[in-house]
């Protein structure tokens, strides 16, 4: 299923503030490379539980979707459904009323009420999924390893360090994000 992102998240899970505490840093010298490294670190961490952490806007097309069955979006986890679109053959789009679909966002899933006659050649969902709009609704933890990431990659700038064992990361930030790694059984 393919997946656009349409607007990213508004604010990051960390504060430039917090992790200049962390790394114990006074000045505002590095505030654009730090930053980064928030940004970095938590797409690293998204990728590695895929979840997202921060709200953010996404589009998903599905080409067969018959009424009454749940479709797990493609990011997760979901917050809303805010809008669905039938697209025509010659690819007019139609906005279908709220009426015709449900979201399920402890399944991650929308739901197609009704089918559209003709049958269009797919539906376009836009979505939000995000575990809340600000860092105080990402898990302490979490933000406990964006915070240690940031400061391993501020601290080790060349990914090689001659005389010393390269190190992937710091010590332990997989650990304190395994417990929200979603996993497929099937």
Known sequence: MRRELISGPAAEPVLLEEAKAHLRLDTDDEDAFVGALIVAARIAIESEIRQVLIAQAWRTAIPCWRAGEAIELPVQPLLSVDAVRAVARDGTASPLPAEAYAADPAEGTATLLSEMSPPPVRYEVDFTA??????????????????????????NRSPVVLGERPTEGPAGWRELVAPYRRVRLC
């Open 130 to 155: 995000g575990m809340g709009s600000s860092g105080l609704d990402v898990p302490q933890p979490i933000r406990l390893a964006i915070r240690m990431l940031t400061t391993h990659w501020f601290e």
